[in-house]
């Protein structure tokens, strides 16, 4: 069965400025994204990992078009997304939105705070105008029970809730057009513990009964490893390593996974951690290192590793991952 | 009701407001001077007894405090007492220019807002292109070019050089408007407003766009935006419907001074384009001392600022629903 969602060599360049006096000459690039291919499968929820600034956001802003990507080619439903964006008629353009949704980071800042909830929830459709009108209230009742929150709460406006209750207002918003893919962009980083586990309980559910596919943004493993089926994790830019979620916890290959993955704290205080400790800090996006990006940091690495590339090979079935020494490591 | 309520009781707490400040101005004005020594300086001829009688006429000589009361029993019935020069009842010179202010300080108040929102959205959104130059360097130089230099050029360009634009007065020009034999009013005194509102214009405009340019550049950076955008709406609908609402508070409150203090708020500009104005008025009234008109003009600019001040809380409550009135 063909993916929902394929990206191929996904490339994002944010130019650099200098300042001159009269004119601003580009300078360099930052590296956001640099060249990632994934896909996303129906009714699947992909997890994307890596540290601040890896381009994890970036990575989602692209697919949806929010930016514009330097390079590569979105596939979304076998359709070219970027080529529709750019040139298709609006018809195609509007169906792609539909299509595609995202729930941000920052709940506070994701809701137009002069807008009431049902004004927030039933603006799609007004826009995608999929709802005939005398049903709207009855939609987005049905939206907010959904999401777990009450029909009176439609008059409200966003500042009358807490996070948790603003991001099931995000997510109502977003499935308000029944997308068939949601990019969730760290929905629950800046939720209080006892809250995340109800809106990661909220996506899957809604994976369940509507059948909704996700790119779920985290640099919070633990959270990740709950609801994907599948785990990237991402570095500087690139996808370092691939794999179904239990294959990705258990036999982790690449040593920057394997980093990541020890520092998960463990609920039990008499369990000895063994934190692999990285050295250094993430070198700059705008001169990435050359080989293997992730070579200054790490312990193995050889002299192949500064000047050669490794490439994204399969490892095991469905278990990519791109380093030199893969077969020392699994 | 809620807001009836609220409005009447923000009503009532003027009045406190108004008697306090017609009081410190009304000792002031006494500790300026006497307006008899100023008005017959230039005659020799008057006599000190006369001197004395005309301050008994007009109640000069009685102590302050009693003649303030006398004002103020005055002032709660609507009279503001007659003028000292010309003896014309001050509510009726107030009556007259009054109008003439407020024509050309609305349409020129109006006018930038309107002209500065999509002025502040475009260089908000093109941010440090060309275009946001632009739109910078020209407000800016609106606001730095002194009101009487200015106004005067213009009126050498387009009144002296080019005969095109009336350069004095509100209507009625004694030798009528000549380019196109005009004798229809409302253009005649459109014509007449156009030199002294781009004055008016260009010196607020500044204020107007780099507001608005602050608060699109700080909403437009919000993940609600973003939210509207992935959803389909039109940059256009995004820009000056989701994003305007947001990013126009300041403005408004701009807007509430201005139209608060418009009334006395350009004396320069109608001095230079001899405006039958209340700012002009104000402004000699205040050298000749004529007590009755500077009190009159005084408590209209008090009470103008006093419900703008109003309007301007209920246009925030209106638009931002995180204001409540209490």
């Known amino acids: 069965m063909a993916p929902l969602l394929e990206v191929k060599d996904l490339v994002k360049y944010f130019p650099t400025y200098s300042r001159g006096i009269f004119r601003k000459k580009i300078v360099g690039n930052v590296h956001a994204v640099d060249g990632i291919s994934f896909s996303v499968n129906e009714s699947e929820?992909?997890?994307?990992?890596?540290?601040?600034?890896?381009?994890?956001?970036?990575?989602?802003?692209?697919?949806?078009?929010?930016?514009?990507?330097?390079?590569?080619?979105?596939?979304?439903?076998?359709?070219?997304?970027?080529?529709?964006?750019?040139?298709?008629?609006?018809?195609?353009?509007?169906?792609?939105?539909?299509?595609m949704q995202m729930v941000f980071q920052n709940p506070y800042a994701s809701l137009d705070p002069r807008m009431t909830v049902f004004d927030i929830i039933s603006e799609p459709f007004k826009i995608h105008k999929h709802v005939p009108r005398n049903e709207w209230k009855e939609r987005v009742y049905k939206l907010l029970e959904l999401v777990g929150l009450e029909p009176y709460h439609a008059e409200r406006y966003p500042h009358e809730f807490s996070g948790g209750q603003r991001q099931r207002i995000c997510i109502a918003r977003a499935i308000a057009v029944e997308p068939r893919f949601i990019i969730a962009d760290e929905p629950v980083s800046s939720l209080d513990v006892s809250i995340r586990a109800q809106i990661l309980k909220l996506i899957m559910d809604l994976q369940h009964r509507l059948g909704v596919s996700y790119l779920y943004i985290s640099h919070d493993l633990s959270s990740?490893?709950?609801?994907?089926?599948?785990?990237?994790?991402?570095?500087?830019?690139?996808?370092?390593?691939?794999?179904?979620?239990?294959?990705?916890?258990?036999?982790?290959?690449?040593?920057?996974?394997?980093?990541?993955?020890?520092?998960?704290?463990?609920?039990?205080?008499?369990?000895?951690?063994?934190?692999?400790?990285?050295?250094?800090?993430v070198p700059s996006a705008i001169n990435p290192p050359s080989g293997c990006r992730f070579h200054p940091r790490c312990r193995y690495a050889t002299s192949e590793c500064k000047e050669e590339k490794p490439s994204f090979v399969e490892v095991d079935k469905d278990h990519y991952v791109s380093c030199h020494h893969y077969a020392e490591f699994a | 009701m809620g807001l009836a309520k609220y409005v009447v009781r923000r009503i009532i707490y003027m009045i406190p407001l108004v008697i306090g400040i017609s009081i410190v101005s009304f000792f002031v004005m006494y500790a300026a001077g006497d307006p008899i020594q100023i008005a017959t300086m230039g005659n020799p001829s008057i006599t000190e007894a006369q001197r004395q009688f005309l301050r008994n006429y007009y109640g000069l000589n009685d102590p302050i405090p009693v003649q303030y009361l006398r004002w103020l029993d005055h002032?709660?019935?609507?009279?503001?007492?007659?003028?000292?020069?010309?003896g014309k009842p001050v509510n009726q010179i107030i009556g007259s220019l009054f109008w003439e202010t407020s024509k050309l300080q609305l349409f020129s108040i109006i006018l930038a807002f309107i002209i500065a929102i999509p002025a502040g959205v475009y260089s908000a959104v093109k941010q440090r292109s060309v275009t946001d130059y632009s739109v910078t360097s020209v407000s800016i130089f609106g606001i730095s070019m002194p009101v009487f230099w200015f106004g005067i050029v213009l009126i050498l360009i387009f009144s002296y050089h080019l005969g095109l634009l009336p350069s004095a007065g509100a209507h009625g020009a004694p030798s009528l408007w000549p380019v196109f034999g005009i004798r229809d009013p409302f253009l005649d005194e459109l014509a007449h407003l156009i030199l002294p509102a781009t004055v008016l214009i260009f010196a607020g405009l500044a204020w107007h766009v780099r507001l608005l340019r602050a608060g699109m550049l700080e909403v437009l950076r919000q993940d609600y935006i973003m939210a509207a955008r992935a959803s389909g709406i039109s940059e256009r609908k995004i820009l000056y419907k989701y994003a305007l609402k947001n990013a126009i508070t300041p403005l408004i409150t701009l807007l509430g001074l201005e139209i608060g203090l418009m009334i006395g708020g350009a004396p320069v500009t109608e001095f230079v384009f001899s405006w039958p104005g209340l700012g002009r008025a104000y402004v000699t009234a205040v050298s000749k001392l004529d007590f009755p008109l500077i009190m009159g003009i005084t408590m209209i600019i008090t009470i103008m600022v006093l419900i703008a001040n109003l309007i301007t809380d209920l246009a925030y409550a209106w638009i931002d629903p995180k204001v409540r009135l209490e």
Request: charged fraction near 25%; include cysteine.
């Open chain 1, 45 to 99: 929820i992909v997890g994307l990992v890596g540290e601040s600034g890896c381009g994890k956001t970036t990575t989602g802003k692209l697919i949806l078009y929010l930016e514009r990507p330097t390079k590569g080619e979105i596939l979304f439903d076998g359709k070219n997304a970027i080529e529709i964006f750019e040139n298709g008629s609006k018809e195609e353009k509007m169906e792609l939105r539909r299509s």
């Open chain 1, 224 to 281: 990740v490893r709950q609801i994907s089926q599948r785990v990237m994790v991402m570095y500087l830019g690139e996808i370092v390593e691939a794999a179904p979620t239990d294959e990705l916890f258990d036999h982790s290959i690449h040593p920057y996974t394997r980093a990541l993955i020890s520092a998960v704290p463990i609920p039990d205080p008499k369990r000895k951690m063994n934190i692999i400790l990285l050295p250094g800090e």
């Open chain 2, 75 to 86: 002032f709660i019935h609507g009279d503001f007492g007659m003028s000292l020069y010309g």
